[in-house]
């Protein structure tokens, strides 16, 4: 093995593994491969000394000899099997995002009191006609921006409920004093939905900020794994100020006759992924959010070159059906794809966010 010139870490090289031709143990197989697993990269950070430590020049030569070899010097079938089966796990992880097997993944933010949350999702593996099994950039990164976005959100400012609670919150969160509260609307709990709720990540870190009733929405396919992580993630509403989360099917392409008008806030993280998105967007909009001066649709879009012609459309869309930005900004962070560059850097993604109201009505 050979030690890293920039940190004090050993790196592990192809050569530096158990050679079949020696006829390694089953237990010096089992905790190579065990070393050579690959966690999914940060959202946020270039890499960490993990990431560094293998040398993949001809990892995935040694786990495919692997797969192909008989061993058969291990009399044990069991211990066979697990070998093949960890080579196999190993080298998929080597192979993209989308060639994982079912993962689960932990989430922890920063909340309105000095004690953070964490949020565990699962993820069943990714085909192209299931996307929203994937916990994507966009909703990380609204979920975390959610607690300094609340002065512009006057359904959950108003609310007595919430008021203590931002009060703990650093100054740099708040960039204006807090409206003053409503006894109105401080009886009924703010109605937030998210449309393209996918793993449930915004919307669950809405559930545990905030005093809301929330309902998550996607496509019939998505429902249960969405449900699932619901279920997983009720100790985030232990405290009593919490609302409620329900779950529930919203195809956005086929929406049914009439509206709703009944959400004083609407969700959604990277909905854009077609053609017919903005528009069909934008009718899912226009069917569930409030007419009312205070209510409030808050997006946050991956601004991928590929798509860019759907944002501007989404964008020009929300414009004639009365919608107006009121705030607006940039957030980066990296695809957990672990796209590279020609130096071999990941990839940053600029993510843009904006904050909606209806233009003439109060």
């Not at 740099?172 to 004093?177: D, F, G, I, T, Y």
């Not at 919307?203 to 699932?228: E, K, M, R």
């Not at 195809?251 to 069909?280: C, F, K, M, N, Q």
């Not at 009121?326 to 957990?336: Q, S």
Request: glycine share 4%; proline share 6%.
């Amino acid at each position: 093995m050979a030690a890293s010139n920039d940190q004090d870490l050993v790196t592990i090289h192809a050569f530096d593994l158990p050679q079949l031709y020696n006829k390694p143990s089953s237990t010096a197989l089992l905790a190579t491969l065990n070393r050579l697993k690959v966690e999914p990269v940060s959202w946020e950070t270039i890499g960490d000394n993990a990431e560094n430590s293998i040398n993949e020049h001809g990892i995935p030569n040694y786990l495919t000899s692997i797969i192909a070899s008989s061993l058969a010097w291990i009399s044990d079938e069991d211990l066979k099997e697990k070998i093949y089966e960890l080579a196999s796990l190993r080298l998929s992880e080597r192979s993209g995002r989308t060639a994982l097997p079912s993962i689960s993944r932990t989430y922890t933010f920063e909340t309105t009191s000095s004690i953070p949350i964490s949020i565990t999702l699962y993820e069943p593996s990714i085909t192209a006609d299931n996307l929203g099994h994937k916990t994507w950039l966009t909703s990380y990164l609204l979920a975390k921006r959610l607690p300094r976005l609340v002065n512009h959100l006057p359904a959950l400012a108003h609310s007595d409920e919430l008021t203590p609670l931002l009060s703990q919150l650093p100054n740099s969160h708040l960039q204006q004093p807090l409206p003053s509260v409503s006894k109105e609307v401080s009886r009924h709990r703010p109605q937030v939905i998210e449309l393209g709720a996918g793993t449930g990540l915004v919307g669950l870190a809405a559930a545990s900020l905030f005093p809301i009733n929330i309902h998550l929405t996607d496509l019939p396919a998505i429902i249960p794994n969405l449900q699932a992580n619901v279920h997983a993630n009720t100790s985030i509403r232990a405290s009593e100020h919490l609302g409620q989360i329900t779950v529930g099917a919203l195809d956005w392409s086929t929406l049914p006759d009439g509206s709703i008008e009944g959400y004083d806030l609407v969700l959604a993280a990277d909905p854009l992924y077609s053609e017919r998105h903005p528009e069909w967007l934008v009718g899912s909009i226009e069917y569930v959010l409030k007419k009312q001066g205070d209510a409030r649709v808050v997006v946050e879009l991956p601004l991928r070159e590929a798509y860019i012609p759907e944002v501007e459309e989404f964008k020009r869309k929300m414009d004639k059906l009365g919608l107006k930005i009121i705030a607006e900004g940039e957030d980066v962070g990296f695809d957990d794809w672990d796209n590279r560059d020609s130096e071999g850097q990941r990839i940053k993604v600029v993510c843009w966010w904006a904050i909606w109201k209806w233009r003439n009505v109060k």
